[in-house]
T-cell receptor, first 112, second 109 residues
Framework: DGGITQSPKYLFRKEGQNVTLSCEQN?????MYWYRQDPGQGLRLIYY???????QKGDIAEGYSVSREKKESFPLTVTSAQKNPTAFYLC???????????FGDGTRLSIL | GQQVMQIPQYQHVQEGEDFTTYCNSS?????IQWYKQRPGGHPVFLIQ???SGEVKKQKRLTFQFGEAKKNSSLHITATQTTDVGTYFC?????????WGAGTKLIIKP
């Protein structure tokens, strides 16, 4: 059963701590994306990757980092530099280019 | 210049009434995509429009792309409780999508 798996579903971060959100897909998609969604708001692009070992900053990359060592995986690290990390984080994948995207179930991150 | 303006932000309807959300751009769109996000859920792709004047239907949902390819609309006929959620449009731009702010469909009790 193909899809995107995000984990964990809920995550709590302490002050000064880095946390990593997992995103794995078995759809054989080249492109992967990370979005942030605040309550009642739209989607803001954090980072995206069109191909393995390459990624680009989105609109709100400050305080975040990513890696794309494998086609299937695109983990997102929320660093301590991100002062307001509480949000719903969504990972998506799709064919290269501005094609329809398939989303995971998301991770809700809160500050302890 | 690349943003898409989506209106209204909210729409309250009685069950059985119609619902429409609009997506507008100041520049020509290469394509427009529509997604639905249920409360607490993730966006789900509904449809992509690419041709000028295109109209596509999915049961009670009708999607339109303007003749000038600068606007699009999603119309739901006779809303049901299962239609509740936020509807987003997104325009293709290089290697990413530019998202509208969404229209939240609320069914009045």
């Amino acid at each position: 059963d193909g899809g995107i798996t995000q984990s964990p579903k809920y995550l709590f971060r302490k002050e000064g701590q880095n946390v990593t959100l997992s995103c794995e897909q078995n759809l054989n998609h080249d492109a992967m994306y990370w979005y942030r969604q605040d309550p009642g708001q739209g989607l803001r692009l954090i980072y995206y990757s069109q191909i393995v070992n390459d990624f680009q900053k989105g609109d709100i990359a400050e305080g975040y980092s990513v890696s794309r060592e494998k086609k299937e995986s695109f983990p997102l690290t929320v660093t301590s530099a991100q002062k307001n990390p509480t949000a719903f984080y969504l990972c998506a994948s799709g064919p290269q280019g501005p094609q329809p995207q398939h989303f995971g179930d998301g991770t809700r991150l809160s500050i302890l | 210049g690349q943003q898409v303006m989506q209106i209204p932000q909210y729409q309250h309807v009685q069950e059985g009434e119609d619902f429409t959300t609009y997506c507008n751009s100041s520049t020509t769109l290469s394509n427009i995509q529509w997604y639905k996000q249920r409360p607490g859920g993730h966006p789900v792709f509904l449809i992509q429009l690419v041709k000028s004047g295109e109209v596509k239907k999915q049961k009670r949902l009708t999607f339109q792309f303007g003749e000038a390819k600068k606007n699009s609309s999603l119309h739901i006929t006779a809303t049901q409780t299962t239609d509740v959620g936020t509807y987003f449009c997104a325009r293709g731009s290089n290697y990413q999508l530019i998202w509208g702010a969404g229209t939240k469909l609320i069914i009045k009790p």
